[in-house]
């Protein structure tokens, strides 16, 4: 039988798919899977996050190469404009299922503001 060499491509993605098993089994170890996957793609920074749960509630934050002073701009100031949290708040959007609960559009509306509260 013939074993197949693959190509760096491959390699990297398969090393990347198991930086975030590993991560997801170990939380210590979300700063090396998002500086991965942010090198695999020539980002100068990266950000993973749960915009509607703050960490103080359980949600998560493992920003790659963005300082506190920016996290905290962001969120005093930016958050409002976020198109990505506030397209889930949008109203194609009626609920979302976050750990245990179901948060309706009122209830998302609220963790986005106490989110820009939390990491300002």
Known sequence: ????????????????????????AEPSRWLDAVAGVAQSLQASH???FTPFVPPARGGLLFPWQISEQHL????????????????AVSSHVKAIYA???IHSKASLTRLVLSLGKAVA
């Open 99 to 101: 750990k245990t609960h």
């Open 1 to 24: 039988m013939q074993h197949l060499t693959p190509s760096p491509k491959l390699q990297q993605f398969s090393e990347l798919v198991h930086r975030i098993y590993a991560a997801s």
């Open 46 to 48: 990266a950000l993973l």
């Open 72 to 87: 905290s701009l962001w969120g005093s100031r930016y958050i409002d404009h976020d198109i990505w949290a506030q397209s």
